[in-house]
């Protein structure tokens, strides 16, 4: 049974149509319509880079909003082309604005965990860093666990789950959400599939990640 009170949370999306019904934060993105008083984040994300100068975006103008829940997606790739500095610099950056505007930070990660683990090690950010779409060994599981940082999932970082003895389960239930990112899925059938990977009921996965989700933001949803 899914407890009335509480809705699936996700918490990264690209599709504004996933908004419906659910508590979602929606990436800003220029040329999305807004569903009105969707909450959303804003930030430039590593592919984005080459496309902005970085001194000149005013993020006051876009962050300050009470519906900007969060700062992200931001983060390093090192699968792309754009210097590493460069996208190190732009992280600080956003950095700086999530604990400036004290809001979480989401993060997109790809083959650079190490680098935010450091990052985290110098900032001891007061903010929650999420990192969105996330998948690694156990034994970097347990590295982020240590610094406290959430962790996200989607359909297909959950498929990638095949035993008992993967990350999945190194993720204490206290630092998980969920997200479809830029699936087609629902957010809905994401929980239903991490219900089976975590053997955990679905209302309880619900009742988690709605506290996950006021420890992270500091208010009720
Ligand atoms: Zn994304």
Known sequence: MILKEHKFINIHTHNPNSCADNISILNYAPNISFPD???FSYGIHP???ENHNIETINFDRYVSPNNCIAIGETGIDKTISTKLYKQVMVFEKHISISEKYKKPLIIHCVKAHSEILELH?????TQAWILHAYANSIQMTRNLVDKGLYFSMGMRELSRSKGKKDFI???PLSKLFFETDNSKQSIQE????A????NTAIDQLIEITTINFHHCFNFSI
């Open 37 to 39: 008083k969707a909450y």
């Open 47 to 49: 592919w984005d880079i």
């Open 121 to 125: 090690k110098i900032y001891k950010p």
């Open 169 to 171: 389960h190194s993720i």
């Open 190 to 193: 994401v929980y239903i599939e």
């Open 195 to 198: 219900s089976k990977k975590l």
